[in-house]
């Protein structure tokens, strides 16, 4: 069994494929926002990166939206900032432990442009490399060009996409 479900819910799955090595979030389906729910959510997606760098473990992450961009049920502000406070606090393990982040949803664009302007307003320090896409076959592209290499005693470098790499140059 290449796919291990961490949690399933309603509107969402987070599950690890050990094979591929890429951690998996899926929206399943576009439902009321639940601020007991998105906390769970968030918990889970927390606790499962916290897994990953106790047993030493590399992944990409995959957020596969759907077609979020007609959703009815957006998140309110709230959501966001528990969202933002939550990708602080793991944000040395992801620089660590995950090789890159692929987001998969319809209108690619628009998000990458809103993401564009909140990283102009606060990006995290040494962020892995990030693609906005509304194709699986770039998802896979993108990940086997993005490698952490696992050397820990390595410089940062810039990576043409705005994420950071390690690089064996010292």
């Given amino acids: 069994m290449t796919d291990i479900i961490i949690k399933e819910d309603i509107g969402y799955v987070i599950k690890l494929n050990n094979i591929k090595n890429v951690f998996n979030v899926t929206l399943k389906m576009d439902v009321e926002y639940s601020e007991d729910g998105f906390e769970e959510f968030l918990s889970y997606f927390a606790n499962t990166w ?24 957006e998140l309110p502000l709230v959501a966001y900032v528990k969202l933002i406070k939550m990708m602080t606090s793991i944000n040395t393990t992801l620089n660590n432990h995950c090789h890159s982040i692929c987001i998969l949803t319809e209108g690619s664009k628009k ?33 086997n060009s993005h490698k952490l290499i696992l050397s820990h005693d390595s410089d940062w470098v810039l990576c043409e996409d705005g994420g950071f790499i390690r ?4």
Wanted: with cysteine; aromatic share 16%; proline share 3%.
């Fill in 111 to 143: 998000w990458k442009t809103a993401y564009e302007f909140a990283t102009k307003l606060w990006k995290p320090v040494r962020q892995r490399p990030l693609k906005f896409t509304e194709e699986i076959t770039e998802v896979t592209l993108f990940f």
């Fill in 50 to 73: 916290e897994y990953i760098k106790t047993n030493d473990l590399y992944y990409h992450l995959l957020i596969n939206l759907g077609s979020s961009s007609k959703t009815e049920n």
């Fill in 167 to 170: 690089s064996c140059n010292k």
